[in-house]
């Protein structure tokens, strides 16, 4: 996300009481936040197969970001803990944060994002044949 610096030459209030045009447009970018941007992650070690597999990834801060990635299974999917991840998000992981999966009326395993090789390392599922959300945060720039 960039936003621009806080309009600190200019006064943030008119005569009136109300707020001056540059402080109006620094505040809603921040409420504006990030939309995001899709990516493509690449998957190792899923077994089963997929009819499509999408991210998408907001910058919360300098350094934050959070992240989601959707896999929809052609059949059923399966992954192991420690051994199944994605490669090739967009940024690059500063240190090592966490992820989770939902799907259907399950989820809340843990997984972790693991800066030293890249890797969004996912938890473990068996025969899921139902789309399968991993969200995940960690430090990013």
């Known amino acids: 996300m960039t936003t621009n610096p806080a309009p600190i030459t200019q006064p943030l209030a008119d005569n009136n009481g109300l707020p001056t045009l540059p402080w109006t447009l620094f505040f809603n970018q921040t409420y504006n936040g ?8 690449t998957l190792t070690s899923l077994t089963g197969s997929t009819t499509s597999v999408t ?3 907001y910058r919360l801060s300098q350094y934050l970001v959070f992240f989601r990635i959707t896999i929809t ?7 192991t803990a420690g051994t199944t991840y994605a490669s ?3 940024l690059n992981f500063t240190a090592d ?7 259907g009326s399950g989820g809340g395993t843990i997984g972790m994002n693991r800066a ?3 890797r969004i390392l996912f938890p473990g599922w068996s025969n899921v044949s139902v789309p ?7 430090e990013a720039t």
Request: hydrophobic share 30%; proline share 8%; aromatic share 10%.
């Open 34 to 41: 990030d939309a995001g941007l899709d990516w493509t992650p």
């Open 55 to 57: 991210g998408r990834y």
């Open 73 to 79: 299974p052609n059949g059923n999917t399966s992954s």
């Open 88 to 90: 090739g998000f967009p």
């Open 97 to 103: 944060g966490f992820n989770t999966v939902v799907s």
């Open 116 to 118: 030293s090789d890249q």
């Open 132 to 138: 399968l959300i991993i969200l995940g945060m960690g």
